[in-house]
């Protein structure tokens, strides 16, 4: 067993971090030289203190981000028991990229 590992189980590592471009990453995922599938996560908007910070996008996209119905996100935050709301994230992957459903 490992300890401090819930189940006394380590999966093993099958995801790395790298940081890169939009560009790059449209380059690697298309290419597929390194045989590896890419997604990319990003903080879009940040919660902090009462003020809302954004991610830069074009203004269309920036605009987009700020008319998200916060109260229904917030009522299904409660709902779930998620906690106090600190971002959004953006995940752009291709078509044949799959994660497993999960909550962060």
């Given amino acids: 067993a490992v300890e401090g590992i819930e189940g006394g189980y380590e999966p ?3 995801a790395e971090a790298c940081k890169m471009t939009f560009q790059d990453f449209v380059k690697k995922q298309q290419a597929h030289e390194d045989g590896k599938a890419y997604y990319l996560q990003t903080p879009v908007l940040r919660y902090e203190d009462g003020v809302i910070t954004s991610a830069k996008f074009d203004d269309e996209m920036e605009a ?4 998200m119905n916060r109260p229904l996100v917030n009522e299904l935050a409660a709902m779930g028991k998620f ?3 600190s971002r959004n994230q953006l995940f ?3 078509r044949d990229f799959l994660t497993a459903v ?3």
């Fill in 64 to 67: 987009d981000l700020h008319t």
């Fill in 102 to 104: 999960h909550y962060d």
């Fill in 12 to 14: 093993a590592r099958i």
């Fill in 92 to 94: 752009v992957s291709f």
């Fill in 83 to 85: 906690g106090e709301l």
